[in-house]
């Protein structure tokens, strides 16, 4: 089955315990993209990838890493979590870079800074 | 850069009555626009997209959105709600610029379905 699988669905940290949320999809898609989901603000874009070994900022990357080692994997790394990262993050991937290429996302991962 | 309104955070309906979901976009050029869905719990899947050709694009589920050039507007709509279309609806433009392309959603708009 066609799919972005992230890992973990829910995850509770204290502040400046580094962690990762992993990203797999098996669509073998070029473009990567991890976007926070926060009330009232909607979906907003941290990172992104064209491919492998690029990657580029979006609107939200302060306090975020992300890598592209191999295309089919993405994670996100947050090296010192602060609260105001608590969020829904997802995680999403296309076929290519193009505009009308549609994104297929993950189930979502469920945050919490403490 | 280009931007996406939906109008009305929350939109309440009866079952069996019209579903209308609005968004408002701005761009200079043609955009590419989506429409997705969020149930509960999970991701966000693709209900339909526009990217040229006919302006009326059906999508899953009975939605079917019209991108209206004169108006900036791509509005969501279904004929009869049902109970399984309460969940979140965001809409989307493609944004295409010297860096790449970047999906841009709206706030979301919450569509609640009473019996």
């Known amino acids: 089955e066609a799919q972005v699988t992230q890992n973990p669905r829910y995850l509770i940290t204290v502040t400046g315990k580094k962690l990762t949320v992993t990203c797999s999809q098996n669509?073998?898609?070029?473009?990567m993209s991890w976007y926070r989901q926060d009330p009232g603000l909607g979906l907003r874009q941290i990172y992104y990838?064209?491919?492998?070994?690029?990657?580029d900022k979006g609107d939200v990357p302060e306090g975020y890493k992300v890598s592209r080692k191999e295309k089919r994997n993405f994670p996100l790394i947050l090296e010192s979590p602060s609260p105001n990262q608590t969020s829904l993050y997802f995680c999403?991937?296309?076929?290519?870079?193009?505009?009308?290429?549609?994104?297929?996302f993950g189930n979502g991962t469920r945050l919490t800074v403490t | 850069a280009q931007s996406v309104t939906q109008l009305g955070s929350h939109v309440s309906v009866s079952e069996g009555a019209l579903v209308l979901l609005r968004c408002n976009y701005s761009?200079?050029?043609?955009?590419?626009l989506f429409w997705y869905v969020q149930y509960p719990n999970q991701g966000l899947q693709l209900l339909l997209k526009?990217?040229?050709?006919?302006?009326l694009v059906k999508g899953i589920n009975g939605f079917e959105a019209e991108f209206k050039k004169s108006e900036t507007s791509f509005h969501l709509t279904k004929p009869s709600a049902h109970m399984s279309d309460a969940a979140e609806y965001f809409c989307?433009?493609?944004?295409?610029?010297?860096?790449?392309?970047?999906?841009?959603f709206g706030k979301g708009t919450t569509l609640s379905v009473s019996s």
């Open positions: 669509m073998n898609h070029e473009y």
């Open positions: 526009y990217t040229t050709g006919a302006t």
């Open positions: 990838s064209m491919n492998v070994e690029v990657t």
């Open positions: 989307a433009v493609s944004e295409t610029n010297q860096a790449g392309t970047a999906l841009i």
């Open positions: 999403a991937s296309s076929l290519s870079k193009l505009g009308n290429s549609p994104l297929h």
């Open positions: 761009s200079s050029v043609p955009p590419y």
